[in-house]
């Protein structure tokens, strides 16, 4: 069965509540007793930060299920997913799941986390299947909220309830701090003709672009020594900014890590001194 996933319109909004609550009637043979507190308006979602995509089997069609993303702080949390019950079984859980994967990457989000019952079958077995992994609920604001609520309306009394988050980046991981010390060693490593030359730059290492998109490893953000002119004293310095995570997504250990860290490091120190792309490449830098 086909699935069309859209953000929320204000129609759709306003099924949202009863979609909910038809999913939630499930919980009472899961768990024994139903979940007893009434389902959120859809206005009151849509009032919330962060995106609530819902899925319907036509084009324009009626929603049939949705899932709610909050944002607070960098966090993206998937909140809520129901899909009506006479139309489970079909997929439309995953692809809101999924869309709702690719809408958190968009907006410059790493991981997407969530909290779920750990032995109901549609819950962190289904997450567990798209790459959801359970882990140790963050020391944060946000999540010690999110563990009184649940304690409020009795959720910890029906299972076991589990924190789990997905990384939204393939690859390596490495801290910023781990980082910029290998970046600064990679930097040492380069000749020393290639550095005495440079003049009033600096090196700037920065988690990815401000879009928030991965496809650039660095950028030279300065006039080259080639168009100076008159450039004389006091101006604010040139800078070659290094971006960690495109790195950190492109690269499976750190040997190759290094390597291109290196290469982007001569890439954009080239374009200080003026090398265009199409010399960099016949140089066999780009």
Request: proline share 5%.
């Amino acid at each position: 069965m086909a699935s069309f996933v859209r953000t929320a319109t204000d129609a759709d909004l306003a099924e949202l509540a009863r979609i909910e609550e038809e999913a939630d009637a499930l919980f009472t043979g899961a768990v024994g007793a139903p979940l007893d507190h009434p389902a959120p308006t859809g206005a009151a979602r849509a009032g919330e930060q962060g995106f609530v995509l819902v899925v319907a089997e036509e084009q324009d069609g009626p929603p049939l299920g949705f899932v709610h993303v909050l944002e607070e702080g960098g966090i993206a949390h998937l909140e809520q997913l129901s899909v009506l019950p006479a139309h489970m079984r079909r997929g439309h859980g995953r692809e809101l799941v999924e869309a709702a994967l690719d809408e958190a990457a968009d907006r410059g989000h790493s991981t997407v986390s969530l909290r779920t019952f750990a032995d109901v079958p549609w819950n962190a077995p289904f997450y567990a299947t798209l790459g959801f992994i359970e882990a140790d609920s963050p020391d944060h604001p946000f999540y010690r909220a999110l563990l009184e609520a649940e304690q409020r309306i009795g959720l910890g009394d029906l299972g076991r309830r589990v924190h789990m988050s997905i990384d939204l980046i393939d690859g390596m991981t490495m801290d910023p701090e781990e980082f910029e010390e290998l970046v600064a060693d990679e930097l040492d490593r380069l000749p020393d003709e290639m550095i005495d030359g440079l003049e009033n730059l600096v090196f700037v290492v920065e988690d990815r672009q401000e879009d928030g998109s991965l496809d650039l490893l660095g950028l030279y953000d300065g006039l080259a020594v080639t168009e100076r002119g008159n450039y004389g004293m006091g101006e604010l310095p040139d800078r070659i900014i290094v971006y960690r995570e495109p790195h950190l997504a492109q690269c499976a250990d750190e040997q190759e890590l290094r390597a291109e860290v290196h290469t982007t490091l001569v890439h954009e120190i080239a374009h200080y001194y003026g090398i265009d792309d199409e010399q960099l490449h016949e140089m066999g830098w780009a």
